[in-house]
């Protein structure tokens, strides 16, 4: 089946959107992801209806069905291998990588894939942390936490990053946060609902919108995390 660049973008992003919630993706959150207008979503979601890629229910959401979602993880295995080449052998800074990235998945050579695989020693996770499927389409979900839904005073590992704006990720640069920093939430300030945390060291503040970003994991401890 062919499909255009902009399909391919729209599938890539619903896949994206709900394997974070694990709820039907409304189109205001596929306009945010793209970057365009909901109207121009739901035009796209039309044509992805036909070639029968999703279930989309006007008011409800949409999902990708079987034939959508294995096609999602074909274009997500090709992104993340792409920006594990970009950042780790050509260390393109990462504020630049998504751009860079949403240009080289488009290549549809299977052969290059598989070649780029190996070259890379088959890595399981991406520069922002997600999991990268393998040749048969099987990839691990590992738990995750946004930053702002974990307890106090736990050693915590950050272990992907949500937001992947250059805009973003520069912020986060200059915090000096990057995947495997290891951190301890201190205090919560209720003013700002920023965050102080322990960083090599170092104490540091982190606004919710950073904190709402990062995923972590507990370094101690396999149980769902609680407020405090």
């Given at each position: ?61 949409v999902t990708l069905n079987t ?27 990462w504020d630049q990588i998504e ?19 190996r070259y890379l020693g088959y ?106």
């Amino acid at each position: 089946m062919h499909l255009t660049e902009s399909e391919e973008d729209h599938i890539r992003i619903i896949f994206n959107l709900y394997e974070r919630t694990g709820k039907p993706v409304s189109t205001n959150a596929i306009a945010a992801g793209m970057k365009t207008t909901a109207a121009s979503v739901t035009d796209m979601l039309k044509r992805l209806q036909v070639k029968q890629l999703i279930d989309y229910q006007k008011y409800y959401g949409v999902t990708l069905n079987t034939r959508g979602n294995a096609l999602a993880i074909h274009l997500i295995r090709r992104n993340r291998l792409w920006n594990v080449m970009l950042r780790d052998k050509l260390h393109v800074k990462w504020d630049q990588i998504e751009s860079i990235t949403d240009q080289l998945e488009h290549i549809n050579s299977d052969m290059l894939i598989e070649e780029l695989d190996r070259y890379l020693g088959y890595p399981q996770n991406d520069v922002f942390g997600d999991p990268i499927p393998d040749s048969n389409g099987k990839f691990v979900l590992r738990a995750r936490y946004p930053l702002n839904e974990v307890s106090f005073g736990q050693q915590l590992t950050v272990v992907g990053i949500l937001n992947h704006s250059a805009e973003f990720l520069k912020l986060i640069d200059v915090a000096n946060i990057q995947i495997g920093s290891e951190i301890i939430i201190l205090e919560k300030f209720d003013f700002d609902q920023s965050y102080l945390i322990l960083h090599k060291g170092i104490e540091k503040q982190l606004s919710i919108s950073i904190a709402r970003n990062l995923l972590v994991r507990y370094n101690n401890r396999i149980n769902h995390p609680g407020k405090k």
